[in-house]
Every structure is written in C-alpha cells, then in structure tokens.
C-alpha cells in the first residue's frame, strides 16, 4: 500500500501549496504527506524553498493556494500560534535561544505557557542529559549542540504531535550531530512525528521514513531513503552530491 492510499494514518498532508514573497512565486505546487509515528526529510539545495514550505505549514507566510490538513483539520489560514496550540511543534534555524535566561529559565517560560509539570519537565530531559547538567548556565554560555537541544526540548515541553524542525544540525561539529541524529530517533520511536528541514544528507535519510527533494519551489522526488539512493541523477542534479 503506498503512503498516498493509506491515508488514514496521514497526520500532515499539504496538497499543491503556492507560497509567495510578495510578487515572488516561491512554491509551485508543492506537496507532502507526513504519517503518524514517522519522520520525513526534506532535502534541497539552498533557495529550494524547503524553509518556505515549512513556513506554509506553520502559517508563518501562508499559502495563497492549496491546503494544508492537521490531524483531520484545515490549517490552511491558520495563525501560527493557534497550530501550535493544536499539536505542532517547531525548532527554528536559530533555535530562538535568548542569551540572557537560564536553561531553567527557558524551560520555565515553556512549562507556564504549556500548562506543564517540572515532573513532566524532567520526563522531557531524560532524553538531554547534557541540559539537565547546565540548567543554571545562560544561554550564551552554552555550545552550539547544547543549544540546539535546549531548543528541542523546549518544543518538546507543548507535547506535540508533529515536530518540525529547521536545519538542526546547521554549524555543529559531525559528533555533535550523531547526537542530533540519536535524539531525533529516540523521539521518533516515542510516537512523534517529525518533519526535518536538513542540508546534510546522510542525516536526514538515518533518520527519514521519507524523503521529500525540492528545487526552485518543485518537488522533485519523494520516495524513501532507500529510493533516493537508487536515483543517482536526482542526487547530483538537486542536493549536488555525485
């Protein structure tokens, strides 16, 4: 059965969505199916348009055509701030650490707004010890990995059912990402659903069921890992490896 017939396990499908900057058509037409339980990457050089299409998603700059479903609902006009509230979570490219607050203080400011317990706080850092050792360090003073996880688990603090990320492993170094990589598959096999924005390729398939491939706004392949490997033209062409 292929994923598009076994829609009754789709919790994100996204259906010939056009995306514009003002006069500027971004996305034409794209389209995606995120299932319950699984991961999707979504791969494509810089300009391809992945970091739009997550921003249609979240109602961050909204489609002018095509709709977007959540869990059986029409997100498509959506504010943002409502589809978060409605079980999507979302870890920006500059992971929207602030400088000045504690790693207690950030998690703090999430457990108030999601009406959450510090024991289910310290469920969620179970999966970063590294954050629960430096709950008292500012966010300046924390690595970029260290960063990048404390922005996780912040999102991770609303229980949402779909987790988008943003180029999570964007200036970290390769060991820094395995972890990355071990988070997100520990997440994943704790039923959520996840939809990964990634430039590095060998991540983003670890850890995908599928794999979305965009360029100038087009989808240009969408299969699972193990196909995008058998298309050699599609990875030199759209993600530049030979």
Request: net charge negative.
């Amino acid at each position: 059965m292929s994923r598009n017939e076994n829609a009754q396990d789709a919790l994100l499908t996204a259906t010939e969505i056009h995306t514009y900057y003002g006069d500027s058509h971004v996305l034409h037409g794209v389209s995606l199916q995120v299932n319950r339980g699984e991961c999707v990457s979504l791969l494509g050089r810089n300009g391809a348009g992945k970091s739009t299409t997550l921003r249609s998603i979240l109602g961050l700059t909204p489609a002018r055509s095509g709709t977007i479903t959540f869990a059986g609902n029409d997100i498509t006009r959506n504010p943002t701030h409502r589809n978060i509230r409605e079980g999507i979570g979302y870890v920006p490219e500059d992971r929207g650490i602030f400088s000045s607050l504690t790693v207690r203080e950030h998690l703090d400011v999430a457990m108030w707004a999601n009406g959450k317990s510090v024991s289910q706080r310290d469920e969620v850092l179970k999966l970063f010890p590294r954050i629960s050792e430096r709950m008292g360090h500012f966010g300046q003073q924390l690595s970029g990995g260290e960063q990048q996880m404390l922005a996780i688990a912040r999102a991770l603090l609303s229980e949402p059912e779909l987790l988008i990320l943003d180029e999570p492993s964007e200036g970290l170094a390769p060991i820094i990402v395995e972890e990355v990589r071990d988070t997100l598959l520990r997440i994943k096999a704790g039923g959520t659903s996840i939809l990964l924005v990634e430039q590095n390729v060998a991540l983003a398939t670890a850890v995908a069921d599928s794999v979305t491939v965009l360029s100038q706004g087009i989808v240009q392949f969408s299969g699972t890992p193990a196909e995008l490997e058998a298309q050699p033209d599609i990875k030199e062409t759209h993600l530049g490896i030979a």
